[in-house]
């Protein structure tokens, strides 16, 4: 779990992150990153599309 805390947010500070995170992906020869985020967490919704990442759907999970 990652995240920038609130009151270093909109200096770059995530968008570099996750510039990073593409670029070394890349040099694993990834295809593909799926993000997991909270339905409510729309301002995270927001800031990955920004960057060109496409809503995919939901996940279920069961702790037992």
Do not use: N, P, Q
Not at 7 to 15: F, K, L, W
């Amino acid at each position: 779990e990652l995240f920038v805390e609130e009151e270093y947010r909109r200096h770059g500070i995530g968008r570099r992150f996750m510039e990073l995170l593409e670029e070394r992906a890349h040099d694993l020869d990834c295809c593909r990153i799926y993000i997991e985020s909270s339905l409510e967490r729309k301002v995270a919704h927001t800031f990955y599309e920004s960057l060109g990442y496409e809503k995919g759907g939901f996940y279920f999970k069961k702790e037992v």
